[in-house]
């Protein structure tokens, strides 16, 4: 006696699992790309604040400001950077080169 056919639905369950990891996979590439270093330029968001308040808060925190943004800057840091960013209330903080991405000049 032959078997019936699978139900349209356990077709689409089975695929759960791989579709779960396509998902996730951009998710935790970007998670790792965009991970600040210790040293070197990073972008830190400090809020809803004018950009002459956040190259403030980043200077007071010993970066060193490269541009302005409302409520962020761009900065360069130094080993300890993340945490006074951090400190001073920078609420995120990425790496600022692979933001950039194919725009990146290497010198």
Do not use: K, Y
């Not at 590439?29 to 070197?40: K, S």
């Not at 400090?46 to 308040?53: L, R």
């Not at 962020?72 to 990425?94: D, H, K, M, N, Q």
């Amino acid at each position: 006696m032959p078997h019936p056919p699978p139900a349209p639905r356990a077709g689409l369950r089975a695929l759960l699992p791989a579709a779960l990891l396509a998902l996730a996979s951009p998710v935790l590439m970007a998670t790792v790309a965009l991970a600040p270093p210790e040293r070197g330029m990073v972008l830190a968001w400090f809020g809803p604040i004018a950009a002459e308040q956040a190259a403030l808060r980043a200077m007071a925190a010993d970066a060193v400001p490269v541009i302005s943004l409302a409520g962020g800057v761009v900065a360069t840091i130094e080993p300890g950077g993340l945490a006074r960013l951090r400190a001073a209330g920078a609420i995120l903080v990425l790496n600022a080169a692979a933001l950039r991405g194919c725009f990146a000049r290497t010198s």
